[in-house]
Nanobody, 121 residues
Framework: QVQLVESGGGLVQPGGSLRLSCAASGTIFSTNTMGWYRQAPGKQRGLVAHITSGGSTNYADSVKGRFTISRDNAKNMVYLQMNDLKPEDTAVYYC???????????????WGQGTQVTVSS
């Protein structure tokens, strides 16, 4: 099994910045794509950004130019630097990753418990 733990959420004023971190632990043979998703009240969970094991990135249009995803493969960590935050960025942010726990096992997606980000004055 793989556990994902997010940190770094909180309350920030519009225009401010936050950096989210996600640590993966457990039985990890290999790590594939990792990413961040978010879910606002009354809305479906949606992709914020993801990054492949090779470092290729993809962002939701609403965060392009403001958010940056990065990863540390040696530490099994993924980060989300969020700048110029807006009230509409308020949501629970979830870390996700695709892992292989053993060479004989298939790739499986795992999720963290989420961290709240609130953007308000």
């Amino acid at each position: 099994q793989v556990q994902l733990v997010e940190s770094g959420g909180g309350l920030v004023q519009p225009g401010g910045s936050l950096r989210l971190s996600c640590a993966a632990s457990g039985t990890i043979f290999s790590t594939n794509t990792m990413g961040w998703y978010r879910q606002a009240p009354g809305k479906q969970r949606g992709l914020v950004a993801h990054i492949t094991s090779g470092g290729s990135t993809n962002y939701a249009d609403s965060v392009k130019g403001r958010f940056t995803i990065s990863r540390d493969n040696a530490k099994n960590m993924v980060y989300l630097q969020m700048n110029d935050l807006k009230p509409e960025d308020t949501a629970v942010y979830y870390c996700s990753g695709i892992f292989q726990t053993l060479p004989s096992r298939p790739l499986v997606a795992y999720w963290g418990q989420g961290t709240q980000v609130t953007v308000s004055s």
